[in-house]
């Protein structure tokens, strides 16, 4: 195993700052585990770990920087069953297990024979985290962001969210008993208003699309001291929690990459942050270095990345969001430019279907699988099967096609497209007259 590993490398003439900056929270030693500092995406330059997400000297996002020690499988499999398994590969303290929190992760990773026959896949599993606790994958994302306004001393937290996070974000909050605020648009499915309003009595509709929304978190963000906005100021460390989702597969694989990714987009994080979680492993030795392939999947009415990728372009044209898929519809996603990065990197593409096919997987993974997923989920089988059409996918390849979300939240989206097949008196004739005998 590599004895260290240092995530990201400064550029010539940046040196990671060692001590808090005047007004930085004093932060107990191990606050953030193996973590060292925040680095910029752009340009490397390196601040302290603390409530910042811009670099101060080109404005490009930062993203946790951290010095690993030695980290065996076995080290990892003894711990709990959620990711706090990966603990040593986060930015949370050696602690952490023991704070109050939802405990997501370690969800199931299910081979889809059904399905693969149906498409003509040779091997396909779907990695499903509806079953986290508040039934998303933003469990993981909100369970680290969690932990970093706690170690920060944040007095609220909060987020601007298109549902699944802000059912998250109030469920975690409630579990930790710290004050909880989340800012959604007012047009959001019921099933994700109820299932945030059920946690916290602090959920605000903004009229308005997600773009929108975001815009006013930052705003107070700025203006009020001590609130924790996971995906703003202290989106670093919220979008580590993405890579658990990487960590998991290559475990429940049997510590082996996939040769073939299909993940939704919607700000991309959490595309880079799997391709990040491979690169991990690779680097410590804990799985075999080898090429993999990434597909991001976004749902036709807010496709710019994959409008981007397609027109060759480096930088994501943003768009005013309408489609069925509100979980992928962010129109200036913060990560659209490393997504394009990444799926150029490894071979794949971003990809894009319309409303009706989303709703035409849904159907199909819940009768082939019998999983019932959101839009989001629609969309990324609804992107495999179009991978599959059109040949920009290997079928004899084996895949992994990740459902973040439960159909549950989204039951608008299928309400028209499934229904009863007969309704009858209560006697076998009628019965037998419908033809399902």
């Known amino acids: 195993m590599s004895a260290s590993v240092v995530e990201t490398e400064t550029t010539a003439g940046t040196t990671p700052a060692t001590s808090p900056a005047p007004g930085s929270p004093t932060l107990r030693e191990g606050a953030f585990g193996n973590a060292t500092a925040l680095s910029c995406r752009e340009c490397g330059h390196q601040v302290e770990l603390g409530p910042s ?115 998250a974000v109030a469920a975690a909050g409630a579990r930790a008993g710290i004050r909880t605020v989340v800012f959604i648009p007012s047009n959001l499915e019921t099933p994700k208003v109820v299932n945030s309003a059920v946690f916290t009595d602090s959920l605000v509709a903004v009229e308005g699309n997600y773009d929108d929304v975001n815009k006013l978190a930052s705003e107070i963000a700025g203006e009020e001291g001590g609130w924790a906005f996971v995906n703003v100021n202290v989106r670093p460390f919220y979008a580590e929690g993405s890579k658990t989702l990487g960590y998991e597969i290559a475990e429940q694989l049997g510590w082996r990459l996939p040769d073939q990714v299909v993940i939704p987009v919607a700000s991309g994080s959490q595309l880079t942050k799997v391709d990040k979680a491979f690169q991990e492993l690779i680097q410590l030795g804990l799985v075999e270095d080898k090429p993999y392939t990434i597909f991001g999947a976004q749902a036709t009415g807010c496709s710019p990345v994959a409008a981007a990728f397609k027109d060759g372009k480096k930088v994501v044209r943003p768009v005013k969001p309408d489609t069925i898929a509100k979980s992928l519809a962010i129109g200036n996603p913060a990560d659209g430019p490393y997504v394009l990065d990444v799926c150029r990197r490894t071979g794949g593409v971003v990809e894009d279907v319309s409303d009706d096919e989303v709703r035409e997987a849904i159907v199909l993974l819940a009768r082939t699988e019998g999983i019932f997923t959101e839009t989001a989920g629609g969309t990324t089988v609804g992107v495999l099967k179009k991978l599959v059409e059109t040949g920009q996918l290997d079928t004899t390849k084996e895949t992994v096609v990740i459902n973040t979300g439960h159909g549950l939240k989204t039951l608008d989206a299928v309400a028209g497209a499934v229904a009863p097949a007969a309704t009858i008196a209560p006697n076998y004739a009628a019965f037998a007259a419908t033809g399902l005998a």
């Open 53 to 167: 997400y811009a670099c101060p000297e080109c404005f490009g996002p930062l993203e946790v920087a951290y010095d690993f020690p030695a980290v065996t499988r076995e080290e990892i499999e003894a711990g709990p069953r959620n990711i706090w398994r990966y603990q040593a590969l986060l930015p949370v303290p050696t602690d952490i297990a023991s704070s109050p929190n939802t405990e997501p992760g370690f969800t199931r990773l299910l081979e889809a024979r059904n399905l693969a026959a149906t498409l003509g896949l040779e091997k396909l599993w779907v990695k499903d985290d509806s079953t986290n606790p508040t039934n998303s994958f933003k469990d993981r994302v909100v369970a680290c962001a969690l932990s970093a306004a706690r170690e920060l001393g944040s007095r609220v937290f909060a987020c601007p969210s298109t549902g699944n996070l802000a059912n």
